[in-house]
């Protein structure tokens, strides 16, 4: 069983998690709290695996309750605000639930919760681009409409920028459409793996199949090397 609490100032939210918890059954609801102080005050006197908190609540918001804490167990991010999403995946936040929060979206990501805390994974190997990706991080969550996908690192072939977009080709039929910039996804991937070649691309190095004057063969795709870019990249293959 998976000890849990949920923390959330409004009373409709409250009773709804709890019923969601109640028909999950390796699910333990041990409290139920209406503020930050409420919930600070159980999480130091004993250890809890798994945290539900909304972020936006009066005095102490869901960020500064886990951020305040000595240890940090697993959590999900409940709330009626999208603009968090970014803050909340930094702190390695399992998921981010918007309400109104449907039950599918709700179990789902409790299986995801389950399969961390069962198989003792360390929780920051389930982020979304937030920092350097290492041997210890060979995979990513990457927000999609409305879902988190499961990326693995080197599965991804090669990064397309679309203005506000970025488009992520990986081994899998279908790429994976995010809102990031290129700019974001270069800083925080391995520099060791990947590497920018063009201002709209970044390609993963393992995959490149061939490379042709101006331009790198990855598949069937012709990715253009910019040239201010090219010194580098040549200097990189050339080893």
Known sequence: MISCIIIDDEPLALELLEDFISNISFLNLVASCSNGFEATNILHEQKIDLIF????????????????????????????????????????????????????????????????????????????INKPVTNLEPFIFVKSEYENIKVNINDIKYIEGLKDYIKIHTKAAKPILTLNSLKNFEEKLSQENFIRVHKSYIVSINHIQSVQRNRIIIDDKWIPIGISYKNDFIKRIDG
Do not use: C
């Not at 960020?63 to 603009?83: C, R």
């Open 53 to 128: 908190t909304d972020i936006e609540m009066p005095n102490f918001s869901g960020i500064d309750i886990i951020k305040s804490l000595e240890y940090t167990p697993h959590f999900i991010f409940t709330t009626a605000y999208s603009q968090y999403a970014v803050e909340g995946f930094n702190l390695n936040a399992i998921d981010y639930l918007v309400k109104p929060i449907p039950y599918h979206r709700f179990l789902k990501a409790a299986k995801r919760a389950h399969g961390l805390i069962t198989d003792k994974q360390p929780v920051n190997t389930t982020t979304i």
